[in-house]
Structures are given as structure tokens and as C-alpha cells.
């Protein structure tokens, strides 16, 4: 199975603020088959962008996403409030489907 | 509106088996790849099994494979997860999740979740 290695594991930024998590697969994969999800403290997580760089529906211009191979980033431009949530990378390159440990981002 | 429902959790003793539903509403269940995803209390996520539209393909964890079987019923609008031999390290919130852009497309509707706890 292919293993994501997310970092980092936690970030307390100020609002305003640009925040990077990087997210870094055991193989290469498709950029087609990287996605990322935002998980608010007691909710279901919620697609935020796939296949590396897509915004989902409804999803604000300030996230964004790049990456190839098998290194891969996710930004928010401007953190905001309710920004505050655990983000975790998927791949859906190759069977089993698997997710990074996660990023809790607190806001100071 | 895309909604997942999912429902019978419960607390179930090692060893014993649980049925888990999802009804889905507001699209064309039968067009869908359907997945279970689970989440262990205060950790990460973790996919347990998925089901091609038909019925054609179906994957599991191995931490799972043997003990559990996904199916769905397209008529019905609904996917199950057949849960058997219970095991103290299945206890989480069990999400289902559809899946768009084929079988390695991203989860872009998920449930609220199901517990399922087992303890003696």
C-alpha cells in the first residue's frame, strides 16, 4: 500500500496568514488521484480539492493545491477562522485507496 | 441535495456481527462507486471497502478482508457493510462516501457517520 507522509502533523497560524501542508507518497502517483479533505472538529470530512489542483464545488479561491510524483503541496492563502479543521491527503492511485495522518491547523 | 444517511450502529460485543445502511438521496445511486470509510475515536481515516456501480468490483482493507462484506442494492437506493467476528480495534465512526471520476476518483459526498463500538 502506498503511504502518505503528511507534514506537518499540526500549525497554528494567524489569521491572514499562508499555510502549507505537504503531503509525500511512498511511490509515484497520478496526479489525477490526489485529493485533499477538510475535516471541522465534529464533522465528516468534506472534499476540498482533487486530482492535485481542482477546487470542489464551493470551495473559496484562497485553497489551492500543486504538486507531481510523489510530492505534493495544499495552501490556504489567507487563513481565516473558520478555516479551523484537520486536513488529510487521499490517494486513489492504487488499491488500497490510503490517507495521510492528517494536519490539524488551530488558529492563534 | 446529495444526502447520505447512514444507520445501525450500536454497541455489539467481540466477535459478533452488525449490519451497517447507508440510504442515498439526490442523485442516480446506480451511476456511483460507494465506499465505507471509517474513523477510529481521536484518529485518522481509514477506507474499509468500495463497490463499483454495478456490483462488478468490490475491494477490501486487508484489515478487514474475510470479516466483512460491502453490497448495495440499486433499487433501493442503498449500500450496506456486513460486519462480522467484531473485533475491539473495528470500533469507530463508520462513514460511507461516494466516489466520483471512476474507481480512484476522489469521496466527494460522505455521511454523517455510524458508530459501532465493540466492547464486552
Known amino acids: 500500500a502506498i503511504v502518505l507522509n503528511q507534514s506537518p502533523s499540526s500549525i497554528v497560524a494567524s489569521q491572514g496568514e499562508k499555510v502549507t501542508i505537504t503531503c509525500r507518497a511512498s511511490?509515484?502517483?497520478?496526479?489525477?488521484?490526489l485529493h485533499w479533505y477538510q475535516q471541522k472538529p465534529g464533522a465528516f470530512p468534506k472534499l476540498v480539492i482533487y486530482s492535485t489542483s481542482y477546487r470542489a464545488s464551493g470551495i473559496p479561491s484562497r485553497f489551492s493545491g500543486s504538486g507531481s510524483g510523489t510530492s505534493y503541496s495544499f495552501t490556504i492563502s489567507r487563513v481565516e477562522a473558520e478555516d479551523v479543521a484537520t486536513y488529510y491527503c487521499q490517494q486513489g492511485s492504487s488499491n488500497p485507496p490510503t490517507f495521510g495522518s492528517g494536519t490539524k491547523l488551530e488558529i492563534k | 441535495e446529495v444526502q447520505l444517511v447512514e444507520s445501525g450502529g450500536g454497541l455489539v460485543q467481540p466477535g459478533r456481527s452488525l449490519k451497517l445502511s447507508c440510504l442515498a438521496s439526490g442523485f442516480t445511486f446506480s451511476n456511483y462507486g460507494m465506499n465505507w470509510i471509517r474513523q477510529a475515536p481521536g484518529k485518522g481515516l481509514e477506507w474499509v471497502a468500495s463497490?463499483?456501480?454495478?456490483?462488478?468490483?468490490?475491494y477490501y482493507a486487508d484489515t478487514v478482508k474475510g470479516r466483512f462484506t460491502i453490497s448495495r442494492d440499486n433499487a433501493k437506493n442503498t449500500l450496506y457493510l456486513q460486519m462480522t467476528s467484531l473485533r475491539s480495534e473495528d470500533t469507530a465512526l463508520y462513514y460511507c462516501a461516494r466516489q466520483r471520476l471512476g474507481a480512484r476518483g476522489p469521496f466527494d459526498y460522505w455521511g454523517q457517520g455510524v458508530m459501532v463500538t465493540v466492547s464486552s
Open positions: 463497490i463499483s456501480s454495478s456490483s462488478s468490483y468490490i
Open positions: 511511490s509515484s502517483i497520478s496526479s489525477n488521484y
